[in-house]
Structure formats: C-alpha cells, structure tokens
C-alpha cells in the first residue's frame, strides 16, 4: 500500500482547497430503470477487453500462474471476509472461488469493539504463491504482524497463522535451490531468507539490496526469469510510476529501470483529503484538470501465459471508486520487461486483444451483485465493515429479508455490522428496500455512501414516531421529512467521472425524488479505499435496540460494457477532435484536420467507411477516393496517408472507447495514436503515447453516421 502519499503535500503547495465544488460530468447519465442489466465486464466479446479488468476497488493486486489456471488476490484491509481469491483461464474474465479469511479478529479494533476501529489497518498487499502443491498467502496485518494462509485447494478451506515475522507489502520467491527469499520496504529495498516452514526468518540473512534513494519504491513482485531476479515495485512522487530491478544473484547487485510510467487511460486524479483528523469539514484538495498524480499503473507485477507471451498487472489509483486493476501486454527489449508494445513502450492500451492462454472464457463478472436475501447465505459479493456481531444479523428471522438488529453508536462511522459492497464505476445505482415497522427509539437504519466524509439516507425512530432523514458529515447537512409509512425504497447514485453522489427516496419503488443535492466523493488516504455501498441499522441511544428489514438490493450500471457503443462496421461516419471540434478530412491522400466550418469539411472528403478487420480492429476507407487510411514511417507529420490499397498493419488501427463518447484509434504499424495538434491548422500524424487527462491532448475523436 502506498501509505506515505501524505509526503505529497510537500510538493502541492500549488493545489488549492475548494468547497463549495463545481463539475460537470463528461458522460451523459441515465436512470436505473434504463441501464442495462449487468455489471462491469471487460471482455468486449470480440476477442478485446478494455481496462480496467475491475472497475471497482481491487488493490495490491497479485497473480499467479499454475499449469492452466489463473489466481489472483488484493488488499482488503478491515472489510470481512478478507483475502479474495479469484481463479481465471484468460486473465480476463475471473470468478471469486474463495476467500482465504473468513474472520480476521486478531484484534479487539477489527470487531470495533468499546467505540474503537482498524480503518485504514488490516489486510495490505498480499503475495500469492504456489510451491510443491501448496498454496500460500503472505500478508502483513498492521499492528499484528505477518500472517501466512495456506491451502491445498485455492477454493478452501485456507489455514491461518502468525509469523515471527513483521513484514510490509510482502513478496516470497521460492528460489529452484531450495531457498526462500522474502523482499520488502520503501525506497531501501530489503532481502531476507525464511526459514522452511516459512514462519520465521534466518538469522543473519537480511541485506540491503537497494540503497534508498536509487529509485526503487515500494509494493514489490519479486520472479527468477532465465537465471535472473527481477523485482517489480512501484514509485508514488511525485507521479506514480513502476520500476523493475534486476540482478543475476539475489543479493544484487541490482540495476533499475522504468517499465510502466504515465498510463492513465484518460483519468485525471481529481480530490484527494490528506489530513482526515481534520474535520468535517475535511480539507479537500482539487488537482488541475490534467494533473495525474497517483492515477498511473503502478503496482503489480508479470506473467507468462502458455503461449509465451508476457503479461502484466497493476493498479490505478482511480479517484473515489478505489484502486482498479488493468492488464498490459508486456514487451521484453533488452532484457527488461515492459509494460506495453514496441514502439510505445511503458503505455498500455486501453483495449488490446486477449491474452493467448489457449482458453477463451465466456465475458463473465467474477460477483454477482444483486441480492433478493432468499438465499441461505449472503452473495460473496458481500463485506462486512469491520468483524460482525454474527447473532445481530439473520437471513432466516424473516425470510427473503436480511434482518440487521442495531447495536449502539453515535455516528454511522463506528456502526458495527455495516453490509457494504464497492461501488461500481463509471457510475453505478444501488438501490434497497427497507421496511422499518421493527425499529425502536434511537435506531437509524438505511443506505450510505461509506467514505470519508460519508453521507446516508435512512429511517430514524424516536418518541415522536419515525421520519425519513438525509445526512452528509462535509456539510453537516440534515434533511428530515415527515412519513407514517413503514416501507421505503432508498437509492444512491455514485458518478465516477465526477466523484458526486446523489439520494432519492420513493413510497411504491417507481416513483423517486431525489434528496440532499451532491454529495462530493473525495478519495481519502484514512482507509485508502474506494466508495461503498452500505447497509446499515445503530441506535444513537448507548444500547441495543429494533431491528431492520431489507428485502432487496439491486445495483444498476449505465455503462457497464468497454464498448459503450458498436462499433459501426460498414458504416460511413464523420470524426471530429475533442481538442478543437476540427473534423478529419481526405486533403490531397493526407488525413488534415480543418475547422468545422471548413469547405474542405463539406461532402465526401471528410467521410470514412469502418470495415472490420477483427479483434476490435478496423480499416478506415476514404469514401472520396476509394483509398485507405495508412501510417507511415515514424507516424510522424503528413505520415498518415491515403493509400490506394490496404498496408496491412500500417491500414489497422485498434478502437478504443473511452467509456465517455470518445475513442481513440491505435495504430498497429507503430503502436501509438492517432492524432491532431489542437488548433495548429497542421496535418494528423499517429505518434500520441496516449490520452490527456482532459482528452484535449489530440487523441480523442467524437464520431456520428453519415
């Protein structure tokens, strides 16, 4: 975990604090009843995936390969249970098989007990292995120690226990010698041997391998490729960005070299709160509109598929939805792996074709989200905010309900058996119903935004009666409406390209009225997680109290697919530049962009035919002249040309949807974009590394039929 991103404020003295907030979305919105009835998945279908593989919280990520399967696992922190264990075919499509802890309550905090919590602690950066038919999970607890889970068989049941050992951001190489090497640290980068049981470390063992100050960071991956070490690890200031490290022994000497820098996949990094003992009101903090920061890849590692092609893994700080996982191809030049292809080394496309492991799986969601609570257990989708007091829940008490009894608090912060699942991006609905009738005096019960600053909207009891009350702890805002009813459906509405959540209400589940206005979702360094969902029952009173009643949870997704819309294959459209509205024209066998308004702009000169060419490519064929859109040499000035005929790769180009109305075209001649200089009245070349954070750079292109 980077748990030292509070040094950045050093260097954003120039960042100012904002409130009240202003901004506007970059995607149009749609009700729930008009998204479509499934959630992120980043198989296009086509032979593609778009990034990222996740669009919710899946940090630390760690992968590994056994035979023809996949594994994967994340940082969890306080949530329960912790430790997911995902299984794939394709690194693209996985499904949660287990979880390799089901309770964590070393601690009297994990369980918030006497008004105490582990927010921000927990499970960080675990390291998957497999060694001799075992399965290991190494993962460090804070202010516990090191814990190792082990298993037979990755789906369970998995066993716990503590090493003699305090050991962050963990990883293990079970080196073919027999020996077995742990690695971690920031900045100086530490080895040590453990013993065969891997409980303790050996005596006399531990080295520095890397100096502080040689430009390694933290989070690290450690592999033996060919009889070589490489260590992947990533630096967070005052960019995030990875490095690799290589060596041909253990010990080092090691060299370092950049593998992955500046990927945002078009995603600025917008609100941050630092200091969060500060408030509310928390001093938010708003970045430049194409200022990166943390978004980049950064943390993860590589892998080998059975074709023998080199994949990689690593997350991107994504704002208020929490940690996403991409995937990258990987390209090996010079003995150094990177992230990328050649010609671009260090960027990952955004939609690439899938990886050749041998097995295409069907596009799949690893967790189902919806929940009827009819089930004799809860959808694994499921976390608990902190360990549950398990005889305060029931989905048996009243069936087809889950039934959640309060147990005192004073805020929804120190709330114990909060049900909380992560939020979806780009933008997600969830909705609940609730019925209250089993409430009593100081009980609150209903649906929140878990953040911090965090808001909700629920049903609160007292002497008077009971009423529908809004709360946002930024503001300190309440909103209460009177009500005799006792059923209630509660809704929130979390957009991720504008980091602003909104509540409404309804009486009969169609009809809603919204609540409370924007609720601003920053991303908070107390927890370094993303927003939840979460449902939820305290009583204010200092005692126990009523119990709540919800009968349903559904989460809606507008766009939940990485091809918002089809590409239109066999259709004739028009391009136009996102950085200055110009539309692409045929100019003399040149693609130029000119003004709207342009004459050039009229007719059949700016009109290209798609033709699909598989796997999400396609060919650009000029209707003016019959000719073909082609890059040349380096991609560079008035080397994008129109070609009589097609030049194989030099004529395909990969289209990548943005997720918010625009694309960009990948050339496969040189593995850059095309492009435009905003407003230089030039020609279009194809030598863009990526997008800007704004989509102004000259890579993004708004496309309509003709």
Known sequence: MNRFFICCLVSAFWLAFISPFSIQAQAPTVSPQEANSCTWTADNGNGTFTNPIFYEEFSDPDLIRVGDDYYLTGTTMHTMPGLPVLHSRDLVNWELISYAVDRLDVLPQLSMENGTDFYGQGIWAPCIRYHNGTFYIFSNVNRYGTLLFSAKDPRGPWKQKKMNANLHDVTVLFDDDGKVYAVWGYNEVNMIQLTQDLLDTIPGTKRVIIEAGSG??????????????????TNYDPVCYQVCLRADDPYGPYEVNVMSAEENFGVPQRLRIFNTQDGPPYNIIKYPENYVGCIPMHQG???????????GWSMLDYNSVGRVTGLSPVTWQDGWPYFGLPGNLTRSPRTWVKPNTGFSSAPKAPFERDDDFSGPELKNVWQWNHVPVEEKWSLNERKGYLRLHSLPSETFWHARNSLTQRAMGPESYATTELDIAGLKDGDIAGLAILNLPYAWLGMVKDANGHHLQFFNQQEQKVIRVNTDQTKIWLRVHGNFDTDIGTFSYSFDGENFEAIGGEVILPYQLRTFQGVRYALFNFNTQGREGGYADFNSFEVAEPRCKGLTQAIPHDQ???????????????WRNHVRPVPADSRFAAGQTSHFKVLDRGNGRITLQSVAT?????????????????????????SLFQWQDMLDGDIMLLSLHNHRYLNVDPNAGSLCSADAHGARPDHKGGACFTWKLK
């Open 216 to 233: 390694a960071g933290e989070g690290s991956h450690i592999y033996k490729i060919d009889g070589k070490y490489y260590i992947t690890n």
């Open 301 to 311: 590692g590589i892998v080998q598929i059975q074709s023998g092609e080199w994949w």
């Open 572 to 586: 004739v459209i028009v391009f136009n530049s996102v950085a200055d509205g110009s539309v692409l024209v045929n």
């Open 626 to 650: 019959g000719g073909y859109v082609s890059v040349k040499g380096h991609g560079g000035l008035a080397e994008v040309r129109i070609e009589p005929e097609e030049k194989g790769n030099s």
